[in-house]
């Protein structure tokens, strides 16, 4: 499973952190914990843009078995079973982007 995120938005509208991980390259404990995160958030449609300014929007993209589908959500809006997907990925993301660094 490959699971690409981006966020963007925010103050200044700026694009934040992404990342791009293949389960089958991480460890396998955290690769089953990817792959349920994601089984948990895949009755999300998404919740389009929510009111307010600066606010963040997620861009989440799951290719499984060549099939892709895209998820876009809108922070302070975001449903219950995709929240811990969001704060998982966002956590990733800014530590490849400290290993880039």
Same mark, same amino acid.
Do not use: C
């Given at each position: =499973? ?18 791009? =991980? ?80």
């Amino acid at each position: =499973m490959i699971v690409e995120f981006t966020r963007s938005g925010g103050f200044a509208g700026v694009r934040g952190p992404a990342v791009r =991980m293949d389960t089958t390259s991480l460890p396998p404990a955290e690769a089953a914990h990817v792959e349920t995160l994601v089984s948990d958030a895949t009755s999300v449609t998404g919740s389009g843009r929510s009111s307010g300014a600066d606010r963040f929007q997620y861009t989440i993209s799951i290719t499984e078995a060549g099939r892709t589908r895209t998820v876009r959500l809108s922070e302070g809006n975001i449903p219950e079973p995709a929240q811990a997907l969001v704060e998982y990925l966002v956590d990733a993301a800014r530590k490849e982007g400290h290993r880039k660094a």
